[in-house]
């Protein structure tokens, strides 16, 4: 089953290989992964998409725990929450495709944040499923090209991750 | 006064009390051995390759409970140390290495001796840190022996570029540190330690199987108190031998892959089964499908959470430092009225004594070539079960645990999760360092004991009389006997031919080399050895190249799917 797990650790040099190392050597899978400071600055927060059984689970958030680096872990699968992938992605917009190409944009909510003679880059957010349908929608000879984050995940109501 | 990090670095060793360093200088440590010639506190080890560095810290620490320092230069100083560190790693040693590194601005510029030395060990150190300015270095060896020493304990290795060797700044030693990111718990959960008595009063067929952990964290005399009072029967692991002595009645024997019948079967047929410091790996119970068939309640006590349900689901799992959950569970029972059912507790030692009659570890004591399990007999009985005894790999390591009862935790140094080939001779010389004047004694093979075969001449050097008992079967002998077993008796590659004289290559050394051939000398043979008690003694014993170690479970088979010696 997909989870997605929060992680707080030191934002110091190496905590990143510490986890992604971590998940190479267990065979566990990642799905995605984001990492950044947070408001405070000694602070990382990670959010890793991965998945498995519910063992797999428990082990891979006890072995998060029990790098040094790691201050909080938490799967956010566990109570009701937010999650969101942002996309940049870079289509086809010549003459012909121009309006069809904005309609389609704003019936996914996007936003079109550069343009040139031929291209448009429409900026997207949403659940990794709703940017999957906006690729489907476009077809794959529209898009010249993608960016995606991953996804990041907060929890709803007054649960927190902070120290 | 301003110090250079060369300085500050002895100065912490000398603040957190090391007595050995065991190490090999190089370009990049430079300036730290010229600090380690100015002073006399810390005493240094010259070892002859690194990796025997890292062993012999190994053995220090395991024998002594102290931490174990290594120190080794960039490059190739780093990556021979890699074996050491991934020993200490999977045993749980507490260890801290000190790494040279090239200058900081050469970093990344793949300069002389350079290697990654933080990214290489990160997979098998518990923690590592690259100090990049001078000012950070205190503190960060501060929080190095910090991190080894607690929780479950671990090598951390910190590495020093040669430029904050020299860097200089103000010399200040924390007393005490606090990481936000890293408290490990010691109390149990009262209610977990509530319902863990109230299984083993109610036990009718108990089972207490005890591992490493009860050593690491000295829970002996507590595992020891449990034991006891209740009457249940005591199984370790093979890291776990000397947690509880060997010789009292309640004690079934190792088990796992080369256990006693009668602790495999009690292991399996339990209904009760009480972890405490082990981690149910494959060389212990096998296949985890097959241990699970028998319904039982299991009781995990351990200080590493990670190590609780991930190869068998446990009923209760308590985190902690296992002595105090030991007190805290020996104090509970005590204070309660109930005691476990007399009756059924009687008929289960009845069955386990029944299984005890198998008589697993015979073997043919009238063959007239030399068995090395009547080798390690003999060792037990002549240095009367007080002797530090450390392992190589391999069958004559398994003879060693099941033939030698160790009575106390730390005699046994054995690289037991990693198997490392090569261990038993730096790690007698560390065990020798921190017990001078104790019996040690390493028992090896002849495959083994030319993996680390150069540290004859530390051992030279700083007059370490240590005693090598050489199982010489001319054979890799385990994987000879899993070629016979497995392989249709094709000894593929397992042959050691060419081999050296060892009685000469010995005495090369300045050491005492005999050879014994027949069953016969054996005794006399270690007589006369652990006479001379200030001299190495090299024992080249001939040995039968055929005997194999029963019982033997095979891997991925179940528990109690032993291959016994009269199935064969």
């Known amino acids: ?51 498995g059984s519910g063992d797999v689970i428990e082990q891979i958030t006890k072995q998060l725990n029990k790098l040094v680096e790691v201050v909080k872990v938490v799967d956010l699968f566990e109570a009701p929450h937010i999650e969101r992938e942002l996309m940049l992605i870079k289509v086809r917009a010549g003459a012909k495709e121009r309006d069809d190409m904005k309609r389609m944009s704003d019936i996914f909510r996007g936003r079109i944040i550069d343009v040139s003679e031929d291209t448009f880059t429409i900026e997207l957010t949403g659940t990794g499923q709703k940017l999957d349908a906006f690729i489907e929608a476009l077809g794959r000879t529209a898009i010249l090209e993608t960016a995606r984050t991953g996804a990041s995940g907060i929890s709803r109501g007054q649960r927190v991750l902070r120290i | 006064m301003e110090l250079s990090g060369a300085e500050i670095l002895i100065k912490c060793l000398q603040a957190e009390k090391v007595e050995y360093v065991f190490g090999y200088p190089g370009g990049a440590v430079l300036f730290i051995y010229d600090e380690l010639f100015k002073q006399n506190k810390v005493k240094h080890v010259l070892v002859r390759h690194e990796q025997g560095a890292t062993h012999a810290a190994d053995g220090y620490s395991r024998s002594s409970r102290k931490v174990g320092v290594a120190l080794v230069t960039s490059g190739p100083g780093v990556t021979n140390a890699v074996t050491g560190i991934a020993t200490a790693y999977m045993d749980s040693i507490p260890m801290v290495i000190i790494s040279g590194q090239v200058p900081t601005h050469a970093i990344g510029l793949d300069a002389f001796q350079e290697c990654d030395a933080v990214g290489i060990t990160r997979p098998c150190v518990k923690h590592n840190f690259l100090v990049k300015d001078v000012k950070d270095l205190a503190i960060t060896m501060k929080k190095a022996f910090y991190l080894a020493t607690t929780g479950r304990p671990g090598p951390v290795l910190v590495d020093i570029p040669k430029d904050v060797t020299v860097a200089k700044c103000k010399f200040e030693y924390p007393e005490t540190i606090s990481m936000r990111s890293y408290n490990p718990v010691i109390k149990g959960h009262p209610g977990q330690i509530k319902k863990a008595a109230q299984l083993l009063i109610e036990a009718k067929r108990p089972m207490i199987y005890a591992g490493g952990g009860v050593i690491l964290s000295d829970a002996a005399p507590q595992l020891t108190k449990l034991v006891r009072m209740l009457g249940f029967p005591c199984t370790n692991t093979l890291m776990g031998l000397g947690g509880f002595p060997a010789t009292d009645k309640h004690f079934v024997g190792m088990l796992g892959m080369h256990g006693t019948y009668e602790a495999n079967m009690a292991m399996q047929h339990c209904d009760v089964l009480v972890a405490i410091g082990a981690r149910f790996d494959d060389r212990v119970i096998g296949d985890p499908a097959h241990f699970g068939q028998v319904p039982r309640k299991i009781i995990h006590i351990d200080i590493d959470p990670s190590s609780i ?18 007190d805290d569970l020996i104090k509970l029972i005590e204070a309660g009225k109930q005691r476990p059912e007399p009756k059924a507790i009687s008929a289960w030692w009845a069955q386990i004594d029944l ?20 080798v390690l007999e003999k060792l037990y009985e002549i240095t009367k079960g007080d002797a530090f005894i450390t392992s190589d790999v391999g069958q004559h390591q398994m003879w060693a645990a099941q033939f030698y009862k160790f009575d106390k935790p730390r005699r046994w140094i054995n690289s037991g999760g990693l198997g490392t080939m090569g261990f038993g001779l730096p790690a007698a010389m560390g ?23 150069q540290e004859l001449s530390t051992c030279k050097q700083y007059r370490l009389p240590i005693k090598v008992v050489n199982l010489n079967n001319r054979y890799m002998g385990m994987v000879r006997q899993w ?13 050691m031919d060419a081999l050296p004289d060892f009685v000469k290559l010995a005495e090369s050394y300045g050491h005492v080399g005999m050879r014994i051939e027949k069953p016969a000398d054996v005794e006399p043979a270690l007589k006369e050895a652990f006479k001379r008690t200030d001299e190495l003694v090299f024992m080249d014993f001939m040995t039968d190249q055929t005997e194999n170690v029963y019982p033997m479970v095979g891997g991925g088979k179940g528990l109690t799917e032993m291959i016994l010696a009269e199935e064969l």
């Open chain 1, 1 to 51: 089953m997909r989870h997605i797990i929060s992680i707080l650790l030191e934002n110091e040099a190496g905590a990143l290989s510490r986890v992604s190392g971590l998940f190479s050597a267990r065979g566990y899978n990642i799905e995605s992964l984001t990492v950044a400071p947070t408001e405070d600055a000694s602070l990382s927060r990670m959010t890793i998409v991965t998945s």
């Open chain 2, 309 to 326: 349900s991930k190869r068998v689901k446990v009923d209760v799992p308590i985190v902690g430092h296992v002595p105090d959950v030991l």
């Open chain 2, 355 to 374: 299984w005890k009659t198998k008589d697993c570890l015979r073997y043919d004591r009238k063959s007239k070539i030399i068995k090395p399990q009547f």
């Open chain 2, 431 to 453: 065990a020798q360092m921190a017990n001078p004047g104790a019996t040690v004694a390493c028992v090896t093979g002849e495959a083994s004991f030319q993996m680390c075969i």
């Open chain 2, 483 to 495: 070629q016979q077993f497995f392989h249709g008796n094709r000894y593929s590659e397992s042959y």
